[in-house]
């Protein structure tokens, strides 16, 4: 056969072949799509039925939940509930219509749907007439509604179950449909799979195409290379691929960059160690020996590596852990980053802390050093007001007049002082709560005594109703709650000039728990309702010129707040401007009222002289140590009122030898002192006392820091008891009584 017309034929053969095979390539695809048509509607109008049958079961709930919403309103008045029912309702009509497309095609289900609407239309006009006619007294005629509601409900859940029920029906007959035309689309599909077996005989007819293919892909690689390369060197990150078994290390261009190297040089393993800082060259392969143990995909830690220039940069490498077949690490595939940046912000961060907490350490220091400073001198003038205020008496009208202007003065400035100190404890986390167990009667009858004089002063009405607490206990600071209820009501006073307070103390349950509720309520200027939360900001005031009309600091709420909450309770405020504010403390009873509560001496200060002059014998004597002559001065007069011969000394030194040489039945210490402070002098002193053998003496410890931990010190250093100054006088003659009586049964036992 010759060369020509054999290429004939084969053109020939080829050309009747391509016809052929287009044809079935043709009829494949036209049998394929067809079924995957069929197998969609057939999909569709499952789904379809699906939506029908969960919209008619929501239907259902919505109702019910319609009439939920309705009744709540109707027995508890709730707007709420209106609410929720106008929701429900709005949903419901929207599922009806919903349900009325897709059944637009079946006249019995459109049927059914047109008598549901019409029901729902009168049940939700029921429902609306019902609440319309809602009072909140019992109204007996709404219940003679509820058989004609239960019926329309009665009535929709009926059409709804018969949707459901024919929409079941319906969707098992289109089910069994669509696995059937699944069924033929699998057949259809395996007849396309052996005719493209077929396809594979005519090899020769795709070499071209194969071909050009080929050199696409090619094309396409090159590209996608390209595109990789530009957002490595984009991202600044250096790539790097170590074979761990082979010790083999891979680094890109960019990772040379970062050490400074202008082209890539020779690196391997041993060149990356001898570029890694001394001190993170350990850590480093530490970290890569546990690789295997821990068995984890991700890889990373941070370390140090020398730049060219000589100086040291920060690296992050992190990437993938590659395993083989033994489950054992083969390689690590990643990216090295430069954060030498994100360390020096991060050092700069971490100086600026230490700079922070260095200056609170040192706003503490000045605290404690300002509360020192200025506690020690007012604890004379307080001292001296309240032995002077005793002996008015003996004073004419200008003098009486002129102590008591000191003895306010002196107040004013106590309160001030703790009111800054407490806030600057507040404020730095220092507050120390010291609950315990006490009677509330005792508590409030120490606040009516103190405060209903500052009323008096005033010209308006004090009242105080404590009786459903006067037999009850309480744990939490005593203290604290105290001065949370001198604070509210000594605002109370400051801002009524007209009227009364009164305060009315009782628990009430708040959600299953006790609370104690103190409400301090007077007729006073009032707040605005915009200004609430104005008034519990420091140092905020409502009005300028009430502030210099009353003055204060505007640190009293804000304290009383923050303490309430340190007790896991808070402080409320109703008010009206001009015509009075109320303020409710409330307080959590967090332990059972069956413990048993800390006695508390309610004696008055002439009894407690009178009963300390009872356990002064001849040989009793006070050592008072004490550097400030003023307080020298004013505890030196207690104690010869009280008849307690006492020594004196300046310094701890001359503590120690005055106590060396005489025995004493008690020691004042104040703490901070020239030469040796209290807290040393007391620790020499429980040391000698043990390798003398010698009776051990009661040690009070007097400071004017008033800090939290102050109290702790004093324990810790050998004290037995602890006075904050400026020292009040009943404290003082207690801890005297308690101290001396201790002591004389000692000696008599």
Known sequence: MSPPRFSHMLSRNYLIFVIVLCSLAGYLCYTLLTSRQSVDRRDNLVSKTHQVINIAEQTTALVEGMLAAQRGYILSGDTQFLDKYQAKKATVSEQLAALTELTSKNKAQQSRLHEARNYFVMFANQLEDRAARFHPQPMPELVDDVNVIDNLRD??????????????????????????????????????????????????????????????AESTLKETRERFTLAVDGAQDGIFDWNLQSGELFC?????????????????????????????????????????????????????????????????????????????????????????????????????????????????????????????????????????????????????????TLMLSASALKDLINDVLDFSKIESGDVELQPQIFGLGQLFEEIVSMMALRANEKGISFLCDHSAVKDRDFYGDRSRIRQICVNLIG???????????????????????????????????????????????????????????????????????????????????????????????????????????EPEDSLPSTDLRAQIRDVVTDTTRILMVEDYSGNIVLV?????????????????????????????????????????????????????????QRQRTPIIGMTAHALMGDKDQCIDAGMDAYLPKPIVEADLQRQLLTYLRRTRRQLTA
């Open 491 to 597: 605002n109370a006073i400051k801002f009524t000039d007209v009227g009364k307070v009164t305060i009315h103390a009782f628990f009430e349950d708040r959600n299953g728990q006790p609370f104690l509720r103190v409400d301090v309520a007077d007729t006073g200027i009032g707040i605005s309702a915009d200004d609430f939360e104005l008034i519990f900001e420091r140092f905020k005031q409502v009005n300028s010129s009430e502030s210099r009309k009353h003055g204060g600091t505007g640190l009293g709420l804000p304290i009383s707040r923050n303490l309430a909450e340190l007790m896991s309770g808070t402080i409320a405020v109703s008010s009206t401007p001009g015509a009075g504010s109320t303020f409710s403390l409330l307080l959590p009873q967090t332990l059972p009222l069956s413990a048993t509560p």
């Open 155 to 216: 009535n929709l859940s009926r059409l709804t179950d018969a949707i459901l029920a024919e929409e079941y029906e319906l969707l098992g007959k289109r089910i069994r449909t669509l696995e059937k035309e699944k069924q033929n689309y699998v057949d259809t599909l395996l007849v396309a799979i052996l005719a493209g077996t077929a396809l594979l005989l005519i090899f020769n007819a795709f070499l071209l195409a194969a071909q050009q293919g080929r050199n696409q």
């Open 252 to 404: 890109s261009e960019q990772f040379f960059r970062m050490l400074g190297c202008d082209r890539p040089t020779p690196f391997g393993i041993s060149e990356f160690i001898e570029r890694l800082h001394p001190d993170d060259r350990d850590k480093a392969w530490a970290s890569t020996a546990t690789l295997e143990a821990n068995g984890k995909p991700e890889y990373s830690q941070e370390f140090r590596m020398r730049h060219d220039s000589g100086r040291w940069i920060w690296i992050q490498a992190r990437g993938r852990i590659l395993y083989d077949q033994q489950h054992k690490p083969a390689r690590i595939v990643g990216a090295h980053t430069d954060i030498s940046q994100i360390v020096r912000a991060n050092e700069k961060l971490q100086a600026e802390m230490e700079l922070a907490q260095k200056a609170n350490r040192a706003k503490s220091e000045f605290l404690a050093h300002m509360s020192h400073e200025i506690r020690t001198p007012l604890t004379a003038i307080s001292g001296i007001a309240e032995i002077l205020e005793r002996q008015r008496d003996s004073l004419n009208d200008r003098q009486q007049k002129l102590v008591r």
């Open 636 to 692: 030196g007069y207690i104690l010869e009122e009280l008849g307690i011969p006492y020594d004196v000394a300046t310094t701890g030194v001359m503590a120690v030898d005055l106590w060396q040489e005489h025995p004493y039945d008690l020691i004042l210490m104040d703490i901070q002192m020239p030469e040796m402070d209290g807290f040393q002098a007391t620790r020499t002193i429980r040391q000698r006392e043990q390798e003398q």
